[in-house]
């Protein structure tokens, strides 16, 4: 890649494979002086990049390719070199990366600077990951289907420049127009690590330009620039009319911008024109025959027009330079209207088939017109049958008509023209509109706008427009070239041109021409200051756009050529991209673009015959047979309906904490003497290692220090075993934890199968979970746990909740054997998996800290459907729900809730009473819901509603709850509920806040067994089934409609929010008041009176029945996704599968249905008109929805308490907050670097921490405070320990193994006095056993004091230049650490004793950054308080050493391993042969009979499961939640989904007997895994059953069979068919070799 003006050199990405299997992405922009390297984690896809200098920050390419590398380059597998990142995406088992590997400078340099380059040639890079989850097939067919995405020569991009809008843009590279930008959703991964810049910003579409000359004269440059739109992507007969995004297909921006090169410092002359091109905006499509006749145009039957006024809106706001050129004040007049004009260059004549269309299309503007919905937009249509008139009139005659019925709306629309200035002191002279960013250096002065545009259409926007707008841009750019002083007049026009007579026309001069009077005969002449030369003749004498009424052959004869010609080679070029990206093939009747050229149009007609037939054929094979594969490309590359191709995988991938900078806190006992501790555990590059334990051990315990707080979700294993897999551990717990002490349990038990070595399995973790809640709710809670019940099939009602935590540390991990004493135990790499915080844009102020604060508001406040406060009249009415934030410390006392993004304290008021509003408006769009949040219901009505507190589970939410429930069941309880009535008692639980352990405790206080309100007891099997697949489909129609709603906002903004929404669930109490409602479906009474005072309410808004066409109130509406079913069940549309249907869009309607049907989604369905099933899954859909918006809750609240113990309490200590001195993160660094004397800062958060608790009084700053970064915090803010406590100790764990050379402590803004100067005493080590530890040094800081006023008293303000007033304890010897121990003591009364040591440090006692604290300067408590023990932050300074993983074993440890490990068992497994097995409760139970001379049974084999966790369950709550893409934590890892499976066996006593239960871990399909018995039995009967979250499973989409109805629609995928098999062991040589062909 070329470098551009400015740069500092080219962009170069190298692309490394190691042989370790690692993916290493080393990047050196031209932006940029240093090089970034990124590495792909390979487990879970994720990017990882930590900005550390000598890490993944170096000088130079080779510097980082030298660290990836080892300086070997035999560590290398394969190396790529790319100029260029187009995209990244992590996909379950693979991870896609794009780059480019060949660039063409389309435009080498445009005005103002900047290179526009096509990718000539891309490759994509397939990484295979370790991720163990099961991946349907398809999912795995779609990632190799995407990178066959044909990207080479038809995608372009800017590093320095934006050009998704029209030249020159007014935004800077990185705020692009998101209509044009194909790579967003693919670039997103380098967006959350903080590196944007990294992944340029693609565009699909033509730039190409060219140099032109006029007879010697000045040259000119001439570039064309389609952008193609992605608002509805697809292929000719997939993408054709509008979409529900308001867009048609083939929708292209095209820009003609001509500019006149000039020398270094001089202004740069430009013009710009714009035009569109695309098809018919409206509902229509073409059906493709099998024959080969023509396709057979249809239009909606039913509101075709629906959409097209958004178009044209969109249309005017981009191209409405009304106020600009007003602002101008130039040659412009101030236009009153934006024009667009639409040049329709279809079929008109009688018996065409493209007939329809033109009359539909004059009808469609005559409606706009009607609506009045665009009033300062005049749409004009020109209809011009291209074909009809090359056919009668020929050729040339057709261009001339063109031309006439053009030359007045181009005129009035005009072109842009400005000049680029060099210097931006040049601004003051501008006349015009100024433009400058920071993407260059200059400033663009603008004269004049295009106000308009002009807009081309065939039936599919390909070669008659792409002809027809050649010869409407050719007369522009003559217009261009006149204005800009390029004279293309030729020599043969003799007669034609008069200057100086012109109707009396003065052309105005070029830039850089003055007109002057001579002095003595007063005749005019020119000033050229460009060169400097003075002539008597006006430059540009020519009278404007004369070209327009001119025949043919006249402007042929006037005219140069060879510009023209050029012109003609771009869009002959563009049009084949066009016709490519649309049709799989090249553009055809083409020739008439060389008619200017008579020797090459010559050539060209004589074989444009046969060359159009080959096309044809081209086209109708890849309409036929490749269409629908390309579509999927084209929407999975745009990351559209991933939920539909990729189901199972993960939108954000999780991270792996353990690596690189985890360690182990205790080294792991090992057989071999020579090990590393056990480091090599938790090392990718050692994935091979088989770990030997030491000798006989009974269990091993791994004590893990993870490199990064995280919430964690997984733990991944590697089997690890030689000949003997039973050497693996047999079970596994889990404790984790914020500190060492106090780990708490998350797993316990868990089985590890026995498998293959080199096998991974992934154990899902959740939370630590309440004792008491686990003891009434859950499975264990059940009146009959020993009779297994189905599993739960429409959601989980007995959902436990596991605590969330992001700032979880540390982490312990024991094995135990299956049989302990036998012998040791083998282990493998493991992992640790988590969900971390954007820690480091947090304390880098970077523009994603915003981001992430307003999304953790967004999850606790505005989506949270407790507290929002906006009335979406989902339900009766909105309550909100005060919290409280987690407090810090026990002793403090409750904290006010804080606003994280402005710093305000909210002061909770339990009093306050909220607005409920009625917000009515008429009219509908189903897509409007999108713009709703999710809120609760009350019971009774919208006119009022009681606050209920929300921090946890209350008594008073409890007592509300047994209320309602009473209200339903009568006051003797003696009244069953139905399906809707225990919904809705459902939905009032998720309002009042309440856990289903809350809710079962409540009901069990008085009496009430929580199974009878469980609503799946309460429905028959069959209808529950039905249910259950109508609610999947509402699922993932709503996800397809929120995605176009985002998709439709772009270029228009939200629409208003509507009467009805998707659900429109009637609350408890809430009915039909009569009136003007026909329908009357809910004018029930309630069984008691409403639990608010309210009275019941009326519905404001009528609405009419698009079924009955009866007159509706909103109570007895449906919700609009009863409208979306009503579609997707339709027999037109029966052939949904998530790609449209032809003469549909690729997004769809909002149905994702064909688009001649779409106007059935709109309007208002009465319940009357729905089936029972219909309005059952609404709720279904509804509470699915609340329980994913509390589990987001329970996520943003962890993250909202992780900021809390981090950032403080104070509204200053916020993130937006930082301190004036400190505000640039330069100064930060430098001030950082005096401080450690330009060493580097050792214990930082977040990836230092504590390792143990540290006591903190109540209103201080936390604990981890201490080790934030220097740049976060607030001027106050600081640590102290209680008054009462004399001596703190702090154990500071180093983010990897340093050379630590000494301690600084940051004084606390109160400074220090003679009662609270401490002793100092630090320590280091590499274990956490005190024993092990060396002291480095003991310090007295009361003589300090004495000897020093500057540490006495309050901290003036600081200067620049100056330190902030610090205290450096400098080590004799740099030691080799990873702990730091700092103690700190008061002194005792009466004591004087001082003993420094002479290396004792104490400098720059100066002025610091710190506010002013009313406090007392001797203590940090209040006046006349206590001392304490205070300190700011603690910095520890050194050298990070870089970690080098040895061998486990050397010598002849080595062979000691390899003859143990090859050992081979004594006991080999068999197969026990089966008489019968049958499957029964729908393949999830398997029965096996066995013969009478069975041996005794060892244990089974296992086959991993087919079934994937499928991502989507319901509809979106808001447009912010499409897809969980938003979420902080996905909600499978909120509440992961665990299998079991229960053995039992048939004893003497001739009943089943449990045998065990194993908990089962993820692994890939058809992984074999082995379970021993506790004990070997001897049975006739074996019965197995699959237990469980199994609803949560799903099978691959292109496998699912609905022609069979089935009760319970459980995945095929968990089937236990030909997945079991029993074993014995026996030894083999005794079987003999025949017996031994049994082995499993």
């Given at each position: 890649m070329e470098s551009s003006a400015g740069c500092l050199r080219d962009t170069s990405v190298v692309v490394v494979t190691l042989e370790s299997n690692e993916v290493y992405i080393i990047v050196?922009?031209?932006?940029?002086?240093?090089?970034?390297?990124i590495y792909i984690d390979p487990t879970t896809g994720a990017l990882r990049y930590s900005a550390k200098q000598g890490y993944d920050v170096f000088k130079s390419q080779k510097e980082a390719l030298d660290y990836v590398t080892n300086h070997s380059k035999w560590l290398c597998k394969s190396t790529t070199y790319a100029s260029a990142i187009l995209g990244y995406a992590a996909l379950g088992s693979y991870a896609v990366l794009l780059v480019a590997t060949r660039l063409t400078a389309g435009i080498p340099n445009l005005p103002g600077g900047g290179c526009v380059y096509s990718v000539t040639e891309s490759q994509w890079i397939r990484v295979s990951l370790q991720n163990p989850q099961p991946q349907s097939k398809t999912e795995i067919k779609n990632v190799q289907e995407l990178t066959e995405f044909d990207v080479d020569g038809k995608h372009y991009f800017c590093e320095t420049r934006d050009i998704t809008r029209p030249f020159p843009s007014r935004m800077p590279v990185q705020n692009p127009d998101d209509e044009f930008v194909w790579n967003k959703w693919f670039s997103v991964p380098f967006k959350n690590i903080g590196l944007p810049q990294h992944c340029v910003i693609l565009l699909q579409g033509f730039v190409e330009?060219?140099?032109?000359?006029?007879?010697?004269?000045?040259?000119?440059?001439?570039?064309?620039?389609?952008?193609r739109s992605r608002l509805h992507p697809g292929t000719r007969y997939l993408a054709r009319g509008l979409n529900s995004c308001y867009s048609t297909g083939n929708e292209v921006e095209c820009e003609q911008l001509v500019w006149v090169p000039k020398r270094a410092g001089q202004s740069v002359p430009f013009s710009t024109y714009i035009w569109r091109r695309g098809t018919i905006p409206m509902w229509w499509g073409a059906e493709l025959k099998l024959t080969a006749a023509e396709a057979e145009i249809y239009v909606s039957d039913r509101d075709p027009y629906k959409g097209s006024a958004q178009y044209y809106q969109r249309l005017s706001q981009r191209y409405d330079a009304r106020n600009l050129d007003a602002a101008v004040g130039g040659n412009q007049k101030k236009s009153a209207l934006v024009p667009v004009v639409c040049v329709n260059l279809l079929r008109n004549g009688e018996g065409k088939s493209e007939c329809i269309l033109v009359q539909h299309f004059e009808e469609s503007l005559n409606y706009i017109r009607s609506t009045g919905k665009l009033p300062y937009t005049r749409i004009h249509l020109i209809n011009y049958d291209w074909h009809a008139s090359v056919k009668l009139k020929g050729e040339q005659q057709t261009i001339e008509g063109l031309w006439y019925l053009l030359k007045a709306p181009t005129v009035s629309i005009g072109i842009a023209e400005g000049d680029y200035l060099p210097t931006r002191e040049r601004i003051k002279n501008c006349k015009g509109e100024i433009i400058?960013?920071?993407?260059?250096?200059?400033?663009?002065?603008?004269?004049?706008?295009?106000?308009?545009?002009?807009?081309?259409?065939?039936?599919?926007?390909?070669?008659r427009t792409n002809a027809a707008s050649f010869f409407g841009a050719l007369q522009v750019f003559m217009e261009q070239c006149r204005r800009l002083g390029i004279s293309l007049d030729s020599n043969m026009a003799y007669g034609y041109q008069s200057p100086g007579n012109n109707a009396g026309y003065v052309a105005p001069l070029p830039p850089g021409w003055e007109k002057r009077s001579d002095a003595v005969t007063?005749?005019?002449?020119?000033?050229?200051?460009?060169?400097?030369?003075?002539t008597w003749s006006h430059p540009c004498p020519d009278k404007p756009w004369k070209r327009f009424d001119m025949t043919f052959e006249e402007f042929r004869r006037s005219t140069i050529l060879s510009p023209v010609s050029q012109l003609a080679d771009l869009f002959l070029a563009a049009g084949d991209i066009h016709a490519t990206l649309y049709t799989g093939s090249k553009a055809m009747h083409s020739q008439i673009l060389s008619i200017f050229n008579e020797e090459a149009g010559g050539k060209f007609k004589q074989f444009s015959a046969?060359?159009?037939?080959?096309?044809?054929?081209?086209?109708?094979?890849?309409?036929a047979v490749v269409d629908s594969s390309r579509q999927k490309q084209l929407q999975i590359f745009l990351g559209l309906r991933l939920f539909k191709h990729f189901p199972s995988a993960m939108i954000h991938p999780l991270h792996v904490p353990s690596r690189p900078f985890g360690c182990f806190l205790k080294p792991v006992p090992s057989m071999f003497t020579s090990s590393d501790g056990g480091a090599s555990l938790l090392s990718f590059k050692r994935k091979d290692l088989i770990w030997v334990s030491a000798h006989a051990a009974d269990v091993v315990e791994l004590f893990i220090y993870l490199g990064e707080p995280c919430h964690v979700s997984q733990l991944l294993l590697t089997v690890a075993h030689g000949a003997d897999d039973t050497t693996f551990p047999s079970t596994v717990d889990v404790r984790t934890g914020r500190y060492l002490d106090g780990l708490k349990l998350v797993l316990e038990g868990a089985s590890v199968p026995q498998c293959a070595n080199g096998t991974n399995i992934v154990i899902p973790l959740t939370g630590p979970t309440s004792p008491e809640d686990m003891a009434v709710t859950g499975a264990g809670a059940r009146l009959h746990a020993q009779q297994p019940s189905n599993p739960f099939m429409l959601y989980d009602f007995e959902e436990l909740e596991g605590e969330l935590d992001f700032l979880t540390r540390f982490v312990a991990v024991t094995f135990y054997p299956a049989v302990p004493g036998r012998g040791p135990m083998t282990l493998g790499e493991v992992e640790i998996l988590g969900v971390s915080l954007p820690w480091r844009s947090l304390f880098s102020h970077g523009d994603g800290a915003a981001r992430f604060i307003e999304h953790v508001n967004g999850q606790t406040k505005e989506i949270n459907p407790f507290l929002s406060e906006t009335n979406s009249n989902t339900l009766a009415a909105v309550v909100t729900n005060d919290r409280k934030p987690p407090s810090l410390q026990s002793e403090s006392s409750a904290i006010p809730l804080i606003d994280l993004l402005t710093g305000e304290v909210i002061l909770p008021d339990s009093n306050s009473q909220p607005v409920a509003e009625s917000v009515v408006h008429e009219g509908s769009d189903l897509l409007d819901f999108l713009d709703d949040v999710v809120t609760q219901p009350v019971s009774g009505g919208m006119n009022q509603s009681k606050i209920v507190s929300s921090q946890g589970p209350s008594d008073n939410g409890s007592q509300q709850y047994i209320r309602l429930f009473k209200l339903l069941a009568g006051s003797d309880w003696d009244r069953s509920l139905d399906f809707m009535e225990s919904m809705k008692l459902e939905i009032e639980r998720f309002r009042l806040n309440l856990s289903a352990a809350e809710r079962d405790r409540a009901l069990l206080s008085i009496g009430i067994d929580p199974a009878s309100i469980n609503p799946h007891m309460l429905l028959e099997d069959s209808y529950m089934g039905q249910l259950y697949k109508v609610a999947s489909s509402l699922a993932l129609l709503g996800q397809a409609s929120i995605e176009d709603k985002i998709t439709a906002s772009i270029g228009l903004g939200t629409s208003d929010k509507k009467s009805v929404d998707f659900w429109n669930i009637t609350a408890i109490g809430e009915r039909c008041s009569g009136g003007a409602c026909q329908v009357l479906a809910e004018t029930g009474q309630a069984a008691g009176a409403s639990l608010t005072s309210s009275s019941s309410m009326t519905s404001e808004s009528i609405f009419v029945c698009t079924e009955c066409r009866r007159k509706v109130c909103?109570?007895?509406?449906?919700?609009?996704?009863?409208?979306?079913?009503a579609s997707y069940n339709s027999k037109e549309n029966s052939a949904y599968n998530g790609v449209t249907s032809q003469g549909g869009s690729v997004h769809g309607n909002s149905a994702d249905a064909s688009s001649n049907h779409s106007a059935t989604l709109d309007g208002v369905m009465c319940k009357s008109c729905c089936n029972e099933v219909v309005l059952d899954a609404l709720i279904l859909d509804y509470v699915r929805v609340l329980i994913s918006q509390r589990r987001r809750t329970r996520a943003g609240d962890a993250a909202e308490k992780a900021l809390f113990h981090v950032f403080g309490l104070s509204s200053r200590n916020l993130i937006p907050e930082r301190d004036e001195f400190l505000k640039s993160q330069g100064t930060a660094t430098k001030v950082l670097e005096k401080l450690t004397d330009g060493e580097e800062s050792l214990a930082e958060f977040p990836f230092a921490s504590f390792l143990h608790p540290v006591e903190t009084a109540a209103g201080s700053a936390p604990l981890l405070s201490l080790v934030a970064p220097l740049n976060s915090g607030s001027q106050e803010s600081y640590w102290r320990a209680p008054p009462s406590i004399s001596s703190v100790e702090f154990v500071i764990v180093l983010s990897d193994i340093s050379d630590v050379s000494g301690v600084v402590l940051l004084v606390s803004p109160c400074g220090y006095s003679m009662s609270d100067a401490p002793t100092i005493q630090i320590w280091a080590s590499n274990k956490v056993d005190k024993e092990e530890r060396t002291c480095t040094g003991k310090w007295d800081m009361q003589s300090l004091v004495t000897s020093s006023s500057e540490l006495c008293g309050r901290e003036k303000s600081l200067q620049d230049g100056k330190l902030p007033r610090h205290v450096k304890f400098a080590f004799r010897n740099p030691v080799r650490c990873r702990i730091i121990w700092v103690t700190m003591r008061l002194p005792r009364l009466g004591s004087n004793s001082v003993n420094i040591e002479r290396d004792f440090n104490l400098f720059s006692m100066d002025e610091n950054p710190f506010a002013q604290i009313d406090r007392r300067a001797s203590i940090g408590g209040e006046i006349n308080s206590d001392p304490c023990i205070h300190v700011k932050r603690i910095l520890v300074v050194g050298k990070s050493v870089g970690r080098e993983i040895v061998s486990s074993s050397q010598g002849s440890d080595q062979v000691n391993a390899k003859n143990w490990l090859e050992r081979a068992p004594p006991l080999n497994r068999f197969k026990i042969p089966i008489e019968v097995e049958r499957l029964i409760d729908n393949d999830l139970v398997l029965e096996q009979f066995l013969p009478p001379a069975s041996p005794m049974l060892a244990g089974f084999r296992l086959d991993g499961f087919s079934a994937i966790k499928h991502r989507v369950n319901h509809s979106p709550a808001s447009d912010v939640d499409i897809d969980g893409s938003n979420s902080l934590l996905d909600e499978r890892l909120t509440n992961p989904a665990v299998l079991y499976i229960q053995v039992s066996a048939l004893q003497e006593s001739h009943n089943m007997v449990t045998v065990a239960e194993y908990r089962l871990p993820e692994v890939k399909a058809n992984t074999p895994m082995y379970f021993d018995f506790p004990r070997q039995i001897s049975t006739r009967r074996v019965t197995f059953r699959l237990l469980g979250d199994i609803a949560a499973f799903s099978d691959d989409p292109s496998e699912?069979?609905?022609?069979?109805?089935?009760?319970?629609?459980?995945?095929?995928?968990?089937?236990?068919?030909?997945?079991?098999?029993?074993?014995?062991?026996a030894d083999p040589y005794e079987l003999g070799k025949w017996a031994s062909l049994s082995a499993v």
């Open positions: 050196s922009l031209s932006t940029k002086a240093d090089t970034q390297v330009s060219k140099i032109f000359g006029s007879l010697g004269q000045q040259e000119g440059v001439v570039a064309l620039t389609a952008r400058l960013n920071d993407d260059y250096d200059g400033a663009f002065c603008l004269r004049s706008h295009q106000n308009g545009v002009i807009r081309f259409n065939c039936a599919d926007s390909l070669d007063g005749k005019a002449y020119y000033i050229d200051h460009n060169t400097r030369t003075t046969a060359q159009n037939m080959k096309i044809t054929l081209q086209r109708r094979y890849k309409n909103r109570v007895c509406s449906a919700g609009k996704g009863a409208h979306l079913l699912q069979d609905d022609s069979e109805f089935k009760a319970y629609p459980w995945a095929a995928g968990l089937s236990l068919a030909n997945r079991v098999k029993l074993y014995y062991y």
